[in-house]
């Protein structure tokens, strides 16, 4: 099993950037693809961001794409979503989570942090 908690959420404006990260404990870390979802209110959670065990391959939601950097630092357990040119829509709870499937399957997450949230002003 691992435990994952995020932080680094906060209100920002739009066109700002926020860095989230995700500390790991547990079952080894490296041995896990690692996404980032979110929920917005009123909404179901959706899927932003994933990245592959060692880091190489990586995923992105198109509403997202090009403005969000997904990364993982396996030494420190930890994996980050950068966050660029935020804008009103992208307010939400962020979840990091832990999967056994890969960076294209969002059906195989096991572990769930307990969430972050993230608002941006307009």
């Known amino acids: 099993q691992v435990q994952l908690v995020e932080s680094g959420g906060g209100l920002v404006q739009a066109g700002d950037s926020l860095r989230l990260s995700c500390a790991a404990s547990?079952?080894?870390?490296?041995?896990?693809?690692m996404g980032w979802f979110r929920q917005a209110p009123g909404k179901e959670r959706e899927f932003a961001a994933a990245?592959?065990?060692?880091?190489?391959?990586?995923n992105y939601a198109d509403s997202v794409k090009g403005r969000f950097t997904i990364s993982r630092d396996n030494a420190k357990n930890t994996v980050y979503l950068q966050m660029n040119s935020l804008k009103p829509e992208d307010t939400a709870v962020y979840y990091c989570?832990?999967?056994?499937?890969?960076?294209?399957?969002?059906?195989?997450?096991?572990?769930w942090g307990q969430g972050t949230q993230v608002t941006v002003s307009s």
């Open positions: 547990g079952r080894t870390f490296s041995s896990y693809t």
């Open positions: 989570a832990a999967s056994v499937g890969t960076v294209y399957d969002e059906r195989r997450y096991a572990y």
């Open positions: 990245i592959s065990q060692s880091g190489v391959l990586t």
